[in-house]
């Protein structure tokens, strides 16, 4: 059983990383890795905005709220993370925060909590759309996903890796800080247990590609793809880099 933790990710001539075990809340964490990374009156587009409670304690950042949950539509616009619908090169940054498996498997437990949203890491992965993000994004702009490591339905999820590997086609590894809730950092677990457990919380710090292919066409107007709510003027689709 080793207490190692897991390395930064080995990116060479990278800028300086944050410490690699962050302590404190969401919100204070998510602050720093920000204030790191974003200078003042940045433009960032948050795929997966929900109640906005990470944001609680970032200031000087210019937030596109964009959420597919309608429960928390008056807080964003409806949109799809797989497609957003953003004119090109408009972010510094863009933010992916998806659902994580919390319980065995899909017949674990009953409630809207325990739903296949939250029990499939492959699920988790097909949200993913590197160059679709890459397109919204300005040269050397940045990617910051958080997620975790955990034991699901009798096996370990590596998930950081899992997602770096999908997003290879169109963004650099560039930082990754583990964010601890007190306590000493945990440990990988040689049996895991009869229920998911995370292991480890990360936040992911990737750097755009400087030779990523990009998604081009026209944003596809759907149910599953409809721009509403107080922030929806703020999208400003369409461009002369490219379509909406």
């Given at each position: 059983?080793?207490d190692?933790?897991p ?9 300086p ?17 920000v ?16 109640t ?9 950042v210019?937030?596109?709220?964009l ?9 964003s ?10 004119r ?11 659902p ?10 009953a409630g809207?909590?325990?739903n296949a ?23 050397d ?5 958080r997620c975790a490591d ?19 086609s169109?963004?650099?590894?560039w ?5 601890v809730?007190g ?7 040689m049996v ?7 292991v ?10 400087r ?34």
């Amino acid at each position: 059983m080793s207490d190692t933790a897991p390395t930064l990710f080995p990116v060479e001539g990278a800028a300086p990383y944050l410490e690699s075990v962050q302590r404190g809340t969401v919100a204070e964490v998510w602050a720093r890795v920000v204030g790191h990374y974003l200078r003042p009156g940045a433009v960032a587009v948050d795929l997966t905005y929900r109640t906005g409670r990470m944001w609680s304690q970032v200031k000087g950042v210019k937030v596109i709220r964009l959420d597919l949950d309608r429960t928390v539509a008056r807080l964003s616009a409806l949109a799809d993370c797989r497609y957003p619908p953003i004119r090109a090169l408009v972010a510094d940054a863009v933010v992916f925060d998806p659902p994580w498996a919390e319980d065995a498997g899909r017949t674990g437990y009953a409630g809207p909590k325990y739903n296949a949203a939250f029990t499939c890491p492959e699920e988790v992965l097909a949200l993913v759309r590197p160059e679709a993000w890459a397109r919204i994004t300005r040269p050397d702009g940045f990617l910051f996903v958080r997620c975790a490591d955990y034991h699901h339905e009798g096996r370990f999820v590596d998930l950081s890796t899992d997602l770096s590997t999908v997003l290879r086609s169109a963004w650099e590894p560039w930082d990754r800080v583990i964010h601890v809730i007190g306590g000493r950092p945990p440990r990988y677990r040689m049996v895991p247990p009869p229920k998911t457990k995370k292991v480890h919380s990360y936040f992911l710090v990737f750097r755009r590609g400087r030779g990523a292919t990009l998604a081009s066409g026209p944003c596809v107007a759907s149910e599953r793809n409809d721009v509403r709510g107080p922030v929806a003027r703020s999208l400003d689709p369409g461009s002369e880099g490219g379509t909406c």
